[in-house]
C-alpha cells in the first residue's frame, strides 16, 4: 500500500487564488531508495507540485482541491512544512537561496538547526557533506555571497543535508549553471542515493542530464502527468524526446 512508497502522489489537483488550475490530476510515487525525476517544460506544474509535497501551497495562496500526496504513509496535508522537514522530507528550493552574508559553513549549519543537532552531531555531519562536496570544504570560510552558482547550489543542498534527510526533493538544481557543474551536481547525488540510500526527488527541464542520473521519470504537461516510465526507456525514446522534451 501506502507504505510501500516513501512519497505518494495521487489525483491531485491545485489551484491558486483566482482559480488558476495548475495541476489537473497528478500522480507519482517516490520508492525507498529511488532518484525520480519529474519533467516538463516552464509552466508544467512542476513547483506547484514540489509546493504541494512539502505542504507550502497554502503561503502561495493556493490550495489542493483533489487527491492526496502521503510521506511515510501520512498525509503531507495535516503536517506543518517545518514538521515534514522534521520528518525526513526536505526540500530544496528553486534558486538556491543561501545566506549571503554568512559563510559557506555557517549556511550549512543552519540546516542542523531544525533537528536541535548537537555539537558533535553538527561536526560530524559536516564533515560527511565535505566528503560528498570537497569543494564547499574548501570554501568553508568564505562568505556564501561570494561563491559561485554552482557552490552555491552545493550550499543550498549540504544545507538540507544537514536536516538528514530520508527524501531529498530538489527544483531545478541545474538552473543557470554550467553543463560541467551540472554533471558535478548530479552524479554527486546519484553518489548518495548509492551510498546512503537517500531517496531523491528531482524536477528539472533539463531532461537529458535528470534522466541520465533518475531511476525513474514522470512527465508533466500543462499540469497533467502525461507520461511515467523508467528513465533508460523514456531516454533512449525518440517519439518522447520530440514530443515531451523538445531536446535537440
Ligand atoms: P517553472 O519552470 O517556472 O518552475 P513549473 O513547471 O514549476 O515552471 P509552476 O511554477 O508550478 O510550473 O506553474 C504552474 C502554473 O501555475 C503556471 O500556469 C503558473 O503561472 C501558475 N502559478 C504558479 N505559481 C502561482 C501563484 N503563486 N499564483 C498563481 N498562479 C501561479
Same mark, same amino acid.
Given at each position: 500500500a501506502d507504505k510501500d512508497f516513501l512519497l505518494a502522489i495521487d489525483g491531485v489537483r491545485a489551484t491558486y487564488k483566482?482559480?488558476?488550475?495548475?495541476?489537473h490530476g497528478v500522480s507519482l510515487t517516490v520508492g525507498h531508495g529511488e532518484i525520480v525525476a519529474l519533467l516538463g517544460a516552464n509552466g508544467a506544474g512542476k513547483t506547484t507540485t514540489l509546493k504541494g509535497i512539502s505542504n507550502l501551497l497554502p503561503a502561495e495562496r493556493g490550495q489542493i482541491t483533489a487527491g492526496s500526496i502521503k510521506f511515510d504513509g501520512s498525509?503531507?496535508?495535516?503536517?506543518s512544512p517545518a514538521d515534514l522537514v522534521r520528518s525526513g522530507l526536505v526540500q530544496v528550493l528553486e534558486?538556491?537561496?543561501?545566506?549571503?552574508? =554568512?559563510?559557506v559553513e555557517e549556511n550549512l549549519i543552519t540546516g542542523g538547526i531544525g533537528r536541535s543537532a548537537k555539537r558533535a552531531e553538527i561536526a560530524d555531519d559536516l564533515e560527511n557533506i565535505y566528503a560528498y562536496f570537497p569543494r564547499l570544504k574548501e570554501k568553508r570560510r568564505t562568505l556564501s555571497g561570494l561563491t559561485s552558482g554552482g557552490e552555491q547550489q552545493m550550499t543550498a543542498i549540504g544545507r538540507a543535508l544537514m536536516s538528514r534527510p530520508r527524501l531529498l526533493v530538489l527544483d531545478e538544481?541545474?538552473?543557470? =549553471?554550467a553543463p560541467l557543474i551540472v554533471q558535478d551536481i548530479f552524479k554527486t547525488l546519484r553518489r548518495l542515493n548509492r551510498e546512503t540510500g537517500l531517496a531523491i526527488l528531482v524536477a528539472e527541464q533539463n531532461s537529458t542530464v535528470a534522466l541520465k542520473y533518475a531511476d525513474r521519470a514522470t512527465i508533466l504537461e500543462n499540469g497533467v502527468a502525461v507520461l511515467s516510465g523508467a528513465a533508460d526507456e523514456l531516454r533512449d525514446n525518440e517519439d518522447i524526446k520530440n514530443f515531451y522534451l523538445g531536446q535537440k
Open positions: 483566482h482559480a488558476i488550475t495548475a495541476l498525509d503531507v496535508s495535516a503536517i534558486g538556491r537561496h543561501c545566506f549571503r552574508s =554568512l559563510t538544481p541545474s538552473m543557470g =549553471l
